[in-house]
């Protein structure tokens, strides 16, 4: 591009590189244009050409070189200079049309769908779709994909179901061990406590604990955290209850690894006199009814209709569908006043949880009459526990609930419960308890389904007293967003659902807080190859 100046600087070309096409003339009035204005339209000129020289290669490397006329270049070049696209916006536009029309149809019964995107465009190449094939195809893909997703997503709840629900090697090698242990070790089998201290099993100047597992491990976690935490260990007293198989087991870890001073009682279901078919007949009804039995250890899947359902729904019905929910040991709670006669007050703990601070204030709460000290369930900043309400646990559409119980009242969690036992005494709550699981029963469990909680949250209506949420910290066997801070800070750290820190499927970064009361040094725990 050359610029040529008359003699008289009356005039200024401006022509091609070439000399052969004048692109601009301008001529000059003395009289009216300074020099000044016209050094300052040259340099103007000088900046403004070069890019519109930039807009003329770049039509002609598209492939309109055949424009021969500045009309022509025009139309090329005008929408670009004025910021608008030529044919994007409106293939965008028609594509969409296309999604819409196509998304309203089913996909053909008969159409082949490439197994991925290099082939969808290897047979575009090939078989030279029209728009609409390829938006079929398109859609019969994702369609697929979005199939297989799910179903991967229930077979992983499923297989996290399972191993929710088994025993890890390492934990029923501890039992089996100590079990063996108990027949041929004297200091296994020695009375706990010892003699001079069985009194102080029925003093209220102790701060009672009840802990019902069949866990081994679980429990000496519970145990140990309390006594490390305690500010007057000297005062606890621990009730460790389990079931028979686990008796000899569970006896010989407490003989064999005393806590002291703390005081550790430990006794089987079959040690209580007042445990009988007489007493429990609807437990004795639950465990041996066969659709109840099928329904907990059944095929979880068969006749579920999982495309009604979402991955979360069908999570919370795995989770009911737990075995440990027809197990006397989870219904051994509702039981506390017949089984403690002499206590006043106790503590009772899941085999779950962790204790990181004093609990002996808990002895000091006033329950104002009410027999059950829990935390409430239906606020809190983690909206995936902390949102629980009736509605959440009662089947609303069954004439008996939706009379007898509102769906907005707020539900509160067992794991970390105080129980005055004196009040208890003067209610119905037993009966009550009884009473609705027998409606439960013969509804076909259409009133609820998940496990202990739902008729003790009825039993309990009107007799709970709400206790500060710091005490208690819930669902960390639920999700992995855990905020580690407030873990921190509660008093007992609660891993409710399914991911338990004993098991592979627990979470990583919420495990330490568990398995630093792990003896790991212990023989029992290192034969078994529980490891750290």
């Not at 190449?125 to 799910?150: H, V």
């Not at 000297?234 to 001073?261: C, Q, R």
């Not at 899947?301 to 979402?310: F, H, I, R």
């Not at 076909?444 to 309990?460: R, V």
Request: aromatic fraction near 10%; hydrophobic fraction near 40%; proline fraction near 5%.
């Amino acid at each position: 591009m050359q610029l040529h100046f008359s003699p008289s600087m009356r005039s200024i070309t401006i022509s091609s590189s070439n000399g052969f096409i004048d692109l601009m003339k301008i001529k000059v009035a003395a009289r009216h244009i300074s020099y000044r204005t016209l050094f300052h339209t040259i340099l103007v000129l000088a900046f403004l050409l070069p890019f519109v020289f930039i807009l003329t290669a770049v039509v002609t490397l598209e492939g309109v070189n055949k424009c021969s006329s500045f009309d022509c270049l025009g139309r090329r070049l005008g929408p670009r200079l004025l910021g608008r696209g030529d044919d994007t916006g409106r293939l965008v536009r028609d594509f969409y049309k296309l999604l819409n029309q196509v998304n309203t149809e089913e996909i053909p019964d008969g159409l082949k769908l490439p197994d991925s995107f290099r082939q969808l465009v290897s047979e575009m190449k090939t078989n030279k779709y029209s728009a609409k094939e390829f938006t079929l195809i398109l859609k019969g893909m994702m369609e697929r994909s979005e199939r297989e997703i799910r179903e991967s997503k229930f077979a992983e709840l499923m297989n996290k179901h399972f191993a929710a629900s088994s025993i890890p090697k390492g934990i029923h090698c501890l039992s089996l061990r100590l079990t063996d242990e108990y027949s041929s070790n004297a200091h296994a089998r020695k009375q706990l406590p010892s003699p001079e201290l069985l009194p102080l099993l029925s003093d209220n100047l102790y701060h009672h604990f009840v802990l019902a597992t069949d866990n081994i491990l679980a429990a000496a976690v519970v145990v140990t955290s309390a006594v490390q935490s305690s500010i007057k260990p000297e005062k606890i007293v621990f009730h460790v209850v389990t079931d028979k198989k686990t008796y000899a087991g569970m006896h010989s870890w407490f003989a064999l690894n005393p806590l002291s001073p703390a005081i550790v009682e430990v006794k089987g279901v079959h040690q209580f006199d007042w445990l009988t078919r007489e007493n429990v007949p609807v437990l004795e009804a639950v465990e041996n009814h066969y659709g109840i039995r099928n329904y907990y250890h059944g095929n979880h899947v068969a006749g579920a209709n999982l495309s009604d359902t979402t991955p979360r729904m069908f999570a919370s019905k795995l989770q009911a569908r737990s075995p440990k929910y027809i197990s006397l040991l989870n219904h051994l709670r509702i039981y506390l006043p017949e089984l403690f006669p002499n206590l006043d007050k106790v503590v009772f703990l899941d085999d779950d949880i962790v204790i990181q601070r004093d609990l002996s204030p808990l002895w000091e709460i006033d329950l104002g009459g009410k027999v059950n000290g829990a935390v409430e369930t239906c606020k809190g900043e983690d909206e995936w526990v902390m949102s629980k309400r009736f509605r959440n646990y009662f089947n609303f559409s069954h004439p008996l609930i939706a009379k007898n119980l509102d769906p907005d009242e707020c539900a509160w969690a067992y794991g970390m419960n105080i129980f005055d036992l004196r009040a208890w005494r003067k209610k119905n709550i037993r009966e009550a308890y009884h009473a609705w699981l027998k409606e439960n029963l013969k509804s076909n469990l259409t009133m609820w389904k998940l496990g202990t909680l739902p008729p003790a949250l009825i039993a309990f209506k009107g007799h709970v007293y709400p206790i500060d949420p710091s005490w208690h910290m819930l669902g960390l066997g639920y999700q992995n967003k855990t905020n580690i801070e407030s873990v921190k800070k509660a008093a007992v750290i609660h891993y409710n659902g399914q991911s338990k820190p004993w098991l592979q499927i627990g979470f990583e970064h919420l495990r330490p807080f568990w398995t630093k009361y792990v003896n790991y040094s212990n023989d029992f725990v290192r034969n078994c190859h529980i490891l750290e």
